[in-house]
């Protein structure tokens, strides 16, 4: 007689590998790759802050405090916690170079702008 099928035990052993990795594997990939995406949409929108500063010829000061961001008189909330305070010249150029540090669900995030015409990038 041959033997050609898996025993019982050897399907609910490979069921629970599999139960265990898919409750796992989600929980590990989502953070990293959604702070990312956050820290990306922050950039942007800083960068239409700096593009606006540019446009109305006017200082715009954006200030980071835990799950706000406020530029001049008006507040956004953010699904990142950030602090830290940054002013765009007329020109659109900062005057000192900072990286703000962000934290979503545990995970740190940097966003870098550099000193001069203020480019940023997220690290």
């Not at 954006?62 to 950030?82: G, Y």
């Not at 962000?102 to 690290?123: D, S």
Request: proline share 2%; aromatic share 6%.
């Amino acid at each position: 007689m041959r033997n050609n099928g898996f025993t019982l035990i050897e399907m609910l052993v490979v069921l629970l590998m599999m139960c265990i990795l898919l409750l796992w594997l989600p929980k590990l990939a989502k953070h990293p790759h959604a702070m990312h995406y956050h820290m990306e949409a922050l950039r942007y929108r800083l960068i239409e802050i700096q593009e606006q500063a540019q446009t109305e010829k006017k200082v715009h000061k954006v200030t980071f405090h835990s799950t706000s961001m406020r530029n001049n008189d008006r507040q956004m909330h953010l699904p990142i916690q950030c602090n830290g305070t940054i002013v765009f010249h007329e020109n659109g150029n900062v005057d000192q170079a900072k990286t703000i540090t962000c934290t979503y669900q545990g995970v740190q995030g940097e966003l870098v702008i550099l000193l001069g015409n203020g480019r940023m990038y997220v690290k």
